[in-house]
């Protein structure tokens, strides 16, 4: 990246690890870094012609998932910028793409937009590019961090609203998933559904759960794909169990 635009961090993440915590961290520090919180956000899709209702995803109606208090509405920096990613942003982009290995067009002018337009270094933490980040790398450079939890804990944390059930169901419905997806799909008898709507696939996937057992066994295989990702093409693995407890790891 040039010097005007310095070269950008991406926080990945599956859900639940801390991603929400590690975003404020680098949001209230004085270095002077320009923060976006999920930017793939199926939220920023619908609203991308309405960016107002961005700050109604905050405060009390995010409460139930235990997020940190922030110091700014979740979506503030991306609200500041909409007019330079709002017509870059595309259904394709947001769960379809989840396990390609190159970035779309669309994909790459959508990223462009939100760091050459950031008050500051770009950070960007997301929680749809965990098997991402070898390409966002290839197309971007910057820095990677990898944040992750143990399994267990994590998969015990996705029952806080039955969001999480439903978005991993849309992560194996990817396009181009790769073979061992396509095993876990024939071990759970999943059906694909594709439509043009997000809204639509959101809604056929909110009805479509899996009981427990299965519902853990598509998340650990997610779980084991992203970590495999990380240690491929991350720079830096930080795992949020032992930032809580250890004080030799803070």
Excluded at 172 to 191: E, G, H, M, T
Aim: net charge negative.
């Amino acid at each position: 990246m040039s010097a005007e635009h310095p070269s950008p961090i991406f926080i990945h993440s599956l859900w639940r690890a801390g991603s929400t915590y590690l975003f404020q961290v680098f949001r209230r520090s004085e270095v002077g870094y320009y923060c976006y919180q999920e930017p793939l956000h199926e939220l920023v899709l619908f609203n991308k012609n309405n960016p107002q209702k961005l700050f109604e995803y905050s405060g009390d109606l995010m409460r139930p998932l235990r997020h940190p208090e922030l110091s700014r509405p979740y979506y503030q920096e991306l609200y500041d910028t909409h007019h330079f990613w709002k017509d870059q942003i595309t259904k394709s982009d947001i769960y379809d793409a989840y396990f390609s290995s190159e970035c779309s067009e669309t994909f790459c002018s959508f990223f462009k937009a939100l760091i050459e337009h950031a008050q500051g270094r770009t950070v960007i933490q997301e929680c749809r590019t965990s098997n991402r980040i070898g390409a966002l790398k290839k197309c971007f450079g910057g820095s990677h961090v990898y944040l992750w939890r143990n399994p267990w804990d994590q998969w015990w944390s996705y029952k806080a609203t039955d969001y999480f059930d439903m978005i991993q169901l849309l992560l194996i419905n990817a396009v181009d998933v790769p073979p061992v997806i396509r095993a876990l799909q024939q071990a759970l008898r999943f059906k694909e559904y594709h439509n043009e709507s997000l809204q639509e696939e959101l809604s056929f996937f909110n009805a479509s759960r899996l009981p427990s057992e299965n519902s853990y066994r598509c998340f650990y295989m997610l779980w084991c794909l992203a970590f495999l990702e990380a240690q491929q093409h991350a720079d830096f693995l930080l795992n949020i169990d032992q930032l809580s407890v250890s004080p030799d790891y803070q």
